[in-house]
C-alpha cells in the first residue's frame, strides 16, 4: 500500500493535543519570534550582545523592514506593548499617526478614499514609537540595534517566495518613478531568490541613528514626503510630521479565568479581545473540547457581539467617549452572554451593539497587510509588536530618495458623518492591530487595576491579519490555557475567520457574512457549523490570513517556549 503526500498536508509530528509540522522552540537567555528569519536572527544577535528585549525589537522591526516591505516599515505606524520585569508594569506605546490636517472629509467626497497612492496617506508614526522606546529601556546604541537592517538593505537579501508573489500582485509600482526602480527593476516585480536592495532605506537608518527623530519628522524625510505630497495633490504636509509624536499609554486588561490579559487601549481593537474572552469565560470550553463545532461556534457568536459594540463604540478616545470600563466589566459580559444560543447562529440582522455603562472622560479630549512579533529576553523583559502599512505595500509610493515606502492608513476611514470613526483632520483611525499579552493573575483582587502589577509572565502573542487579529488571538489563547496546547500547536492549528457586514475596518466596510474555515478542518466540522445556521465557506488549508507569532514562559525555570506562523516566512530563534 502507497500514500500519496497532498500539497500542504505535512506529517503529523510535534503533536501533544493537535497537529504540528515543526517543534516548539526552547530557551533560555532570549527568544524572538518574527515574520522573517533575517529579522529574528538580527534580534537575536543584539541579544547576545548584551542588548535588551527593546534593543533587540529595534532591531527585528528595522530588518522587517527591509525583509517585508509589504508588511511593514518606518512610512507607517504600529503598537508596541513593553513588560519590565524589574517594575512589574506594562507599558504600551501608541506609534499611531492621525490624518493629516489638510484630510477633511469633504475634500474625499464624493470620489471616496483611494486605496493607493498619496492621498491615501496619513502621518507616519512608527519610527517615533521605535525610537521612545529605545530612549527609554534600551542598553546599546541606536547603531548597534540598527546595524543588521542596514546591513540587509545595502547588501541585498534574497526574496522569498512569499514576498515574490507579493511584488507580483502589486503592478502600482510601475506607474511610480520613485518606486519602480526597487520593486520592479527593468519594468517586472523581483522573482524568488533575487536580491531586494535598499540602499536609500539604508541611508535613512543611518540618518536615524546619527540626528534621532528629526532626520525623519523635521528633516530630509520629513521635505520628501512634503514634496512628493504636494506634487501629486496629497494631503499630508511637512507641519503634520514635524507636529506628530507617539504616545506613551497604560494598557487595559481584563481577567480570564486563572490569568490577566493585557491589551492595546483604544484607538486600538484591544477592547475586543478582552470582551470576547469575558464572554467566552462563562462557558466550560474545555468540556467542549478542542476545535469542536460547539467550541468553534461559541467562540464566533462571542466575536460577533464584540464586533457589534466595536462599531457602534471605538474611534480614537481624543474625539469620542469610548465607554470602555463598561464594555470589559463582568456585569456587562454575563449581560451580553444571554444572547448566545449555543445551537444556533444569529442572524446577520439580530447583532446589535449593547449598552455598556458609560466611562468618565478623563482630561479635555472631545486587507491585512501587517507584522508581528515577539520578544523575550534572559531577565523577563518582553515586547510584543504590531507595525503595519495598512495593505499591502501601503499606498506603493516610496518618498522621494528616502526609501520610504508610506502607508495608505486613509482606507480605515469613514465618511459617514454618524460614524463613530468618521474623517476628521488630527484624529487617529481606529486600528485592528493589537499587542497581546498573559500573566498569572494576581492571587488578591481580580479587579485590580493594571498599574498595581501584574503576576508572572505567561504568554506574548499577537498576528497581522486585519480584523482577524482578535479573532485569530482568541483561538491562540483559548488553545493553550484552556486546551494546553503547545505553542507549536497553537499556531498551527487549523484556523477560522469570520466576516460581519458592516464592520469590516477597510472601506468600503461592506463584506458579504462568510464564516472561512481552513480546509484542515474535520470534514464534520464545517456540515455541523453549517447546520447551526453559519454561512461557512472553506478556503485553502492554509489560507487563513496571519502570521501568528507566539512565546510561552515557564516562571518556574525561565525557559521560553516559542513558534512562528508557517504560513508566511515566520521564524522563532532561541539563545
Known sequence: MTT?????????????????????IMGRRGMVCSGHQAASLAGISVLQRGGDAVDA????????????????????????????????????????????????????????????GIRSVSVPGLVDGWLEAHARYGRLSLAAAFKPAIQ?????????????????SESEFNAYATSQPIFWPHRRPLQAGELLVQRDLARTFRGLVEHGRDYFY????????????????GTIRYDDLAGYH?????????????????????????????????????????????HTPATIHLMVEAKKLAFADREAYLADPDFVDIPLQGLLSKEYAAERRRLIDLQRASGPDTVTPGQPRPTPRRGDSIMEDTTCFAVVDGDGNAVCQLQSLQQGFGS???????????????????LDPQHPDCLAPGKRVRHTMNTVMVFDAPPSDPTAAAGDGPGPLRLVLGTPGADTQVQTNLQLISGVLDFGLNPAEAVEAPRWRHLQNPTESTVPHTCTDA?????????????DLATRG??????????????AMLIARDPASGVLHGAADPRRDGHALAW
Do not use: C
Not at 251 to 265: D, G, L, Q
Open 57 to 116: 525589537a529595534v532591531a527585528v522591526a528595522a530588518a522587517l523592514n527591509v525583509a517585508e516591505p509589504n508588511m511593514s516599515g518606518i512610512g507607517g505606524d504600529g503598537f508596541l506593548m513593553l513588560f519590565r520585569r524589574g517594575a512589574n508594569r506594562v507599558e504600551v506605546v501608541n506609534a499611531t499617526g492621525p490624518a493629516p490636517a489638510l484630510a477633511t472629509r469633504e475634500s474625499y467626497l464624493p470620489e471616496g478614499i483611494p486605496a493607493k
Open 152 to 168: 540587509l538593505a545595502e547588501g541585498g537579501l534574497p526574496v522569498s517566495e512569499v514576498l515574490a508573489a507579493a511584488l507580483a
Open 246 to 290: 507617539a504616545r506613551w499609554q497604560e494598557p487595559i486588561h481584563t481577567r480570564y479565568r486563572a490569568w490577566s490579559v493585557y491589551e492595546s487601549p483604544p484607538n486600538s481593537s484591544g477592547h475586543v479581545l478582552l470582551q470576547e474572552l469575558n464572554l467566552l469565560e462563562g462557558f466550560d470550553v474545555a468540556a467542549l473540547g478542542w
Open 218 to 233: 523635521r528633516g530630509p524625510v520629513a521635505r520628501a514626503i512634503d514634496a512628493l505630497s504636494q506634487e501629486h495633490g
Open 515 to 527: 464564516l472561512k474555515l481552513e480546509a484542515r478542518f474535520p470534514s464534520e466540522v464545517p456540515r
Open 534 to 547: 453559519h454561512p461557512v465557506e472553506l478556503i485553502g488549508p492554509w489560507d487563513a490570513a496571519g502570521s
Open 396 to 414: 506603493a509610493l516610496v518618498a522621494g530618495k528616502t526609501g520610504v515606502l508610506l502607508n495608505n492608513r486613509m482606507t480605515y476611514w469613514h
Open 4 to 24: 500519496t503526500a497532498l500539497p500542504f498536508s505535512p506529517p503529523r509530528v510535534h503533536l501533544r493535543t493537535s497537529n504540528a509540522t515543526r517543534p516548539v
